[in-house]
């Protein structure tokens, strides 16, 4: 959903240059699920991201490169840490503990007290942090269920197909029907040897779904809020997961190695991404930035296999490529950027 699980998962990993008028900056989290979307529905509005925005003249280096790839991998070991806690917390107590210290984490860094929200800007700003929860608890629910790599490659197509939105072009239309196909390779019914749960899939959908509308959630909120709408964001989605997960977290709230697991996921899922994010994106091309970080879901399910022994068939291996390909593609056929006025 970047901020993709969260926003996170939150933040994002989505096909984010994939609609050509990326303009100026907004929030975002990097949710798990989450968290690189910098997309918008072609010709409509301006684009969303939380950090500055990849500079389609800026000359590619390998540290930006490596920095991003960082990134991508450490959203992925968030959530493989996060899997890690369910038997102990179950998704949803885990997910109110992501969302609580990832709320802290933002606003030590961004310090939101500074820019307080308007009357004007509230609805806007309530309806981005309850998506931002949302997302995560569904994308924690559907990893409960199904391997990282196919819950991250479900997921991936909600950004997607927000970029391919309104578009009358032939290409686009492509890049959704090859995701579309990728979708059903990954459903249970592809599979039957798999046992996929089609639960699972469904959750993984849905929360994509609700990445797609973080997109147009962070635009109307981030016009007046900044960066800083990824803080009081993450600290109205931690305050919405509550009921879902403090009776499950709260005997573990003075146990120090559970706590400890969930700094560490709350440090590799928003922390550490968010840094490289603001490290690399000033110094990377916009189209190679969108190409990179289409390796996302391919990111997940190696993160699955080598840290939760996840292993794949080849039919959903395939379905994970379909997603990656149109994601890819999307982003390389993009028009230029339409500079803002002024």
């Keep these: 959903m970047s901020f993709k699980v969260l926003c996170d998962a939150a933040i994002l990993p989505a096909a984010v240059a994939a609609c050509p008028t990326i303009r100026r900056p907004l929030p975002h989290d990097n949710v798990v699920a989450r968290p690189y979307p910098r997309i918008r529905p072609c010709g409509q509005g301006d684009g969303v991201t939380s950090t500055p925005i990849a500079k389609p003249e800026a000359q590619l280096g390998a540290l930006p490169v490596v920095g991003l790839l960082g990134a991508i991998l450490s959203v992925q070991v968030g959530a493989a840490f996060a899997k890690g806690l369910f038997p102990v917390l179950g998704a949803e107590g885990t997910t109110m503990l992501r969302l609580v210290i990832g709320a802290l984490m ?59 939105l309104g578009s009358r072009r032939f290409l686009d239309v492509v890049w959704v029907v090859l995701a579309v196909a990728g979708i059903v390779l990954l459903s249970p019914f592809a599979d039957v040897s798999r046992g996929l749960d089609p639960v699972g899939v469904l959750l993984a959908l849905a929360a994509g779904g609700c990445w797609g509308l973080y997109i147009i959630f962070a635009q109307k909120a981030g016009t007046e809020l900044g960066a800083r709408t990824s803080a009081y964001g993450m600290a109205i989605a931690a305050l919405v997961a509550l009921p879902f997960g403090f009776t499950a977290a709260e005997p573990y709230l003075t146990d120090p190695h559970v706590m400890a697991a969930a700094i560490v996921i709350g440090l590799f899922s928003s922390a550490l991404p968010f840094w490289l994010e603001m490290m690399v994106l000033a110094r990377m091309p916009a189209k190679v930035y969108g190409m990179i970080v289409c390796l996302e879901p391919a990111g997940g399910a190696l993160t699955g296999f080598f840290f939760l022994h996840e292993s794949l068939s080849v039919l959903q291996c395939a379905g994970i490529g379909a997603v990656i390909a149109a994601a890819f593609g999307a982003a390389v056929t993009a028009r230029a950027p339409v500079p803002s006025p002024g």
Aim: aromatic share 12%; hydrophobic share 60%; with cysteine.
């Design 106 to 164: 933002l606003a030590a860094v961004l310090r939101p007290w500074k820019v307080l929200p308007t009357r004007r800007g509230l609805p806007w700003l309530a309806a981005y942090g309850v998506t931002v929860s949302v997302m995560n608890l569904l994308f924690y629910a559907a990893l409960e269920r199904i391997p990282l790599g196919i819950c991250v490659a479900l997921e991936f197509t909600g950004p997607l197909f927000v970029a391919t």
